[in-house]
């Protein structure tokens, strides 16, 4: 298992913007497809996770939530060992908790959170304001 740590959640405004970033410091994330996903607070299932972006290990490719599309960009820097989520034009529809997955090459769709067997971080807390 990939040990992932979330961080950059907070505090926001409507309009505003964040950026979290995933990390992992006992195993390279490079080889990996990560994904991130949020869900409500109290809820605990993974499979109540909703999708929001991935992205692949050589970054090639990207996909996305057509929720988050145009205002959220996933990226990653394989030599820092990061995954980072940009969000911008922050909505109050987009608070919740944050997390990130890493997954190996499946029959599973990016976009499912099933797919990410590898590891998972403890999410960050993402609040937007109105």
């Known amino acids: 298992q990939v040990q992932l740590v979330e961080s950059g959640g907070g505090l926001v405004q409507a309009g505003g913007s964040l950026r979290l970033s995933c990390t992992a410091s006992?195993?390279?994330?490079?080889?990996?497809?990560m994904g991130w996903f949020r869900q409500s607070p109290g809820k605990e299932r993974i499979l109540e996770r909703e999708f929001v972006a991935a992205i692949g290990w050589s970054s090639s490719m990207t996909h996305y939530a057509d929720s988050v599309k145009g205002r959220f960009t996933v990226s990653r820097d394989n030599a820092k060992n990061t995954v980072y989520l940009e969000m911008n034009n922050l909505k109050s529809e987009d608070t919740a908790i944050y997390y990130c997955g890493a997954g190996l090459p499946s029959s599973w769709s990016v976009s499912d959170p099933r797919g990410y067997r590898e590891g998972w971080g403890q999410g960050t807390l993402v609040t937007v304001s109105s």
């Open positions: 006992q195993r390279t994330l490079s080889s990996y497809t």
